[in-house]
């Protein structure tokens, strides 16, 4: 298990779960995990594949993720999409961010170019009626974690201006490749606490992100270990939904590769378990996998992860 080298200030006043949990569209209770995906097509064609694959919940992009051009999708294409997922009962629906966002680079450019991203995403993805807008906070590259984190809140302060919007702004666990931002429950809880508790942001999480950044989520001691972590440091009230991706590499690889589920060193137990941990049990889970026949995510995975959360 790795220890996290951040801890939240100690004199933080800590909100109580039910003011955070308040406007979340998922009851804590749920019987049964919401099991969804990210679907491919935007808000003209993902509802689609969503119901083509048996989807509940539903992440999407909003704009191409490997460039900078902003989404300007048409309001009567914004409205079919909106009367469309609620038609349907699909959710809770969250969006992905742009690949290129990095809130930690050291160049003023990109910093600028993330930013603006940021801030027309979230608010693009409260007019759709996502709950989340998922994204990676960025890689400190040669800096100082402590200067990259820095850089992280004066950016996400700018992004969260005048914001008013129900849609949060997420921050994915990530593997911890380089220098990213986000593989520390640690460094989450300080961002959370230092925006003094802002219930305009949340944490979503990554299983293959997770055990990459050495959290044992597929054994039984390593998922309490892991939990106890996260409640400790971040608090389960700040996490809003889970990719659910197997792992192509082992723990601690510090690599971003998913897999299958099943199919990876994560296996179908270490689901299983997650699956029915009474903090994780009632979120939303959206597959990210390759799929069986490498199309993206299928009804197989789907069907895997109901039948191990019976």
């Not at 910093?111 to 940021?118: D, I, R």
Request: net charge neutral; with cysteine.
């Amino acid at each position: 298990m790795k220890k996290s080298k951040t801890l939240v200030p100690a004199n933080a006043a800590r909100p109580e779960r039910k003011e955070v949990f308040a406007g979340k569209s998922t009851p804590r209770d749920a019987a049964y995990p919401l099991i969804g995906a990210h679907t491919n097509g935007g808000i003209t064609g993902a509802v689609a594949k969503a119901l083509e694959i048996g989807a509940q919940s539903m992440q999407i992009f909003i704009g191409s993720p490997q460039t900078w051009k902003p989404p300007h999708p048409a309001p009567a294409d914004i409205k079919k999409f909106r009367e469309d997922v609620a038609r349907e009962n699909l959710g809770p629906l969250f969006v992905h961010g742009n690949y290129l966002v990095n809130l930690a680079t050291l160049s003023l450019e990109n910093l600028q170019k993330s930013v603006l991203n940021l801030h027309t995403a979230l608010r693009l993805s409260d007019a759709i009626g996502a709950e989340g807008l998922i994204f990676h906070p960025g890689s400190a590259g040669s800096a100082k974690r402590s200067e990259a984190i820095d850089r992280v809140l004066a950016a996400m302060t700018v992004v969260l201006k005048d914001y008013d919007g129900q849609c949060r702004l997420l921050m994915e666990v990530c593997a911890g490749q380089g220098q990213t931002i986000g593989d520390d429950f640690g460094e989450l809880g300080t961002i959370i606490a230092e925006l003094n508790y802002d219930k305009r942001i949340g944490v979503a999480w990554d299983t293959c992100h997770l055990y990459n950044a050495g959290f044992d989520v597929a054994t039984e001691k390593g998922l309490a270990k892991t939990v106890s972590e996260f409640d400790k440091l971040v608090g389960f009230e700040w996490l809003f939904a889970v990719h659910a991706n197997d792992s192509k590499n082992p723990l601690g690889s510090r690599k971003d590769r998913h897999e299958n589920i099943g199919q990876g060193y994560i296996g179908e137990e270490g689901f299983r378990r997650m699956l029915h941990h009474p903090e994780l049990r009632s979120l939303p889970w959206m597959l990210e996998v390759p799929g069986f026949d490498e199309k993206g995510p299928d009804r197989k995975n789907i069907e895997i992860l109901h039948r191990l959360s019976a």
